[in-house]
């Protein structure tokens, strides 16, 4: 988990489409803030690549999870909130999501939709959300796949889900197995 820094992101090492979807969003300040944080995400990936940020090309898999193109034995998931960027690298399907302190409108409605008690704190749901969210990133099925139980059922599939509990927002990361650690 990474602060975004606009001012100083190296921003030159994104493509041409990056830079013009950056100068589509309503707010030029939410603009700026992608684009810096798309420029982390390059710098992070070119590491564990070994290429230069500027060489890292990215595709999509078939259901549309982004991919390193040359890089077939590595995976990776991203997450924005705020001025937070969370990413992922490992050598299977991984996701991560991470969400900024905030106030949930509906904490209720989205715990109904988790499969959760409405009363539940907004903490709590906040959290069943980053780990629900980072599985089904992790398979390739987002958020169109039921969410009631997801947790329990994909743990059954040989997914694992760990929770971020240093990091200064709410964050998981999830991945098949359990043999395997955040660092």
């Not at 975004?4 to 990056?18: H, K, L, M, Q, R």
């Not at 230069?52 to 595709?59: N, W």
Request: proline content about 4%; some cysteine.
């Amino acid at each position: 988990i990474v602060a975004i820094d606009e001012a100083g992101a190296d921003v030159s090492v994104c493509s041409d489409a990056e830079q013009g979807r950056a100068g589509r969003y309503r707010s030029a300040v939410v603009g700026a803030r992608w684009l810096a944080g798309r420029a982390r995400l390059r710098s992070i990936l070119a590491g564990a690549v070994g290429e230069e940020p500027v060489a890292v090309r990215f595709g999509r898999a078939t259901q549309g999870k982004m991919l390193i193109e040359g890089h077939p034995d590595l995976s990776f998931s991203h997450a924005h909130s705020e001025e937070w960027l969370g990413v992922a690298v490992a050598d299977r399907a991984v996701g991560i999501d991470v969400e900024a302190p905030r106030r949930l409108l509906r904490p209720a409605r989205l715990a109904v939709r988790l499969g959760l008690s409405a009363d539940l704190p907004p903490d709590e749901v906040l959290r069943t959300w980053t780990r629900v969210e980072a599985l089904v990133k992790a398979t390739g099925t987002g958020v169109r796949s039921p969410l009631v139980d997801v947790e329990e059922r994909l743990r059954r599939e040989g997914w694992g889900v760990r929770d971020l509990v240093d990091a200064p927002v709410t964050a998981s990361v999830a991945a098949r197995g359990e043999d395997w650690d955040v660092v």
